[in-house]
């Protein structure tokens, strides 16, 4: 039978080609199996060469595959990135050739045949929405009356553009922390918006709480944007106030001081007027003595027997002439010269007398002589 015949030739194949297999022989045939398994590794060798040749043809390195090599450093790492990069820049240049041709293609019959109204939903790279409308009767949203360029940017081709971007922001600002922490604290919200984390939102949102950033996005302000901007207004006013308290406590005390100052001069001058006012009195007053002495003396002159009686009259009531003043004075002055010459003088012949008298011996110190007993204070008798 044909078909068993098939049949029984493909499991003994299949049990032929296993590792493992177990094959029965009849009695009296020959069974010769030549696999040739001693060429396996030869095969395995030459297709890790074909694997080693088509990655080296295509500029695929290892560390554009995210392997581990015998580069060490970053620069290395990158540099054989970027030579990958470069090695297949072509298949993605014909790539974006492509894809730039198609859609020119396509804004073409958009422009011929696009005629009907219509609202896009258009989102920026922070995912904020924005609305566009086209052909609703306005000159510049006419689709079929404008001219557009269909234009592909060109873009980083890296694993995580964005991983990338926020790498090199965290080394600018662990440059810029030292010198400028508070540019580091208002732009922690958008750096953490820029990872690929969980809870990314939740993390900016607290973020922004603390320092008090608000979303560029967000058109109206929340609550709690509306009572904390509140709060800063009414602590903005304090401040206000209390600045222009300080100002018109200084102008105040300004003020006050220039008043005294004021008040100070006038004084000033009132003070100089008494005294050019005492010192022309006292002028009048000096010439009218010069007067009354003149006039004295010409009375004495022409009665001179009245003036002794005049003087012991004078002297009896206790009235005491200038020079007799000044001689009194002098006279008191000498005494008091000579109390303190005779003090020192008998003070300085005391220490003299003292430096002179022997020293008192020794017994009557109660210090004891050599060879007796010490010497004890009379009446004393000593113990037996």
């Given amino acids: ?90 298949i993605f240049d014909n790539l974006r050739l492509a894809v730039l041709i198609h859609g020119g293609k396509e804004l073409s019959a958009i422009e011929q045949f696009f005629t009907q109204p219509k609202q896009f939903r258009i989102t920026n790279t922070r995912g904020t929405p924005e609305w566009v409308d086209v052909n609703d009767g306005l000159p510049e949203n006419d689709i079929i ?48 918006e820029g990872m690929d984390i969980d809870s990314r939102e939740e993390l900016v949102k607290r973020i922004r709480q ?48 220039a008043a005294s100052v004021q008040r100070d001069i006038v004084s000033s001058a009132k003070e100089q007027a008494a005294t050019r006012q005492v010192l022309a009195s006292l002028a009048g007053q000096n010439v009218d003595t010069q007067i009354r002495a003149l006039e004295a003396a010409m009375a004495a002159l022409s009665a001179p027997a009245a003036v002794p009686v005049a003087d012991g009259i004078l002297h009896e009531s206790g009235f005491m002439g200038r020079s007799e003043q000044e001689e009194t004075e002098r006279q008191a002055a000498i005494m008091q010269s000579d109390n303190m010459r005779d003090e020192a003088a008998r003070q300085q012949a005391l220490a003299a007398r003292q430096a002179q008298q022997p020293p008192p011996p020794q017994d009557q110190l109660g210090i004891p002589q050599q060879g007796g007993p010490p010497s004890m204070p009379p009446g004393t008798a000593p113990n037996p």
């Avoid at 001693?38 to 030459?46: C, K, P």
Wanted: hydrophobic fraction near 40%; charge should be negative; include cysteine.
């Fill in 210 to 257: 603390i320092t008090g950033q608000r979303d560029p996005d967000a058109e109206e302000m929340t609550p709690e944007e509306q009572a904390a901007e509140q709060a800063k207004m009414r602590q903005q006013q304090i401040q206000e106030r209390a600045v222009l308290a300080k100002i018109a406590k200084d102008e105040a005390s300004a003020q006050k001081s």
């Fill in 145 to 192: 009356r404008s001219k557009a360029d269909f234009i592909i940017s060109d873009t980083d081709w890296r694993a995580s553009v964005r991983q990338a971007q926020t790498e090199e922001l965290f080394a600018l600002l662990q440059q810029i922390g030292p010198v400028a922490p508070q540019v580091v604290l208002v732009m922690l919200d958008l750096l953490v």
């Fill in 1 to 90: 039978m044909p078909t068993a015949c098939a049949s029984n030739l493909d499991e003994f194949r299949e049990e032929a080609a296993r590792p493992d297999a177990i094959l029965v022989k009849k009695k009296g045939y020959d069974l010769t199996i030549n696999a040739e398994r001693e060429l396996a590794a030869a095969h395995l060798d030459m297709m890790s060469r074909d694997i080693s040749m088509i990655q080296s043809v295509s500029g695929v390195t290892d560390e554009s595959l995210g392997r581990t090599t015998n580069a060490v450093s970053g620069r290395a790492i990158t540099a054989r990135q970027d030579q990958g990069s470069l090695a297949t820049a072509g």
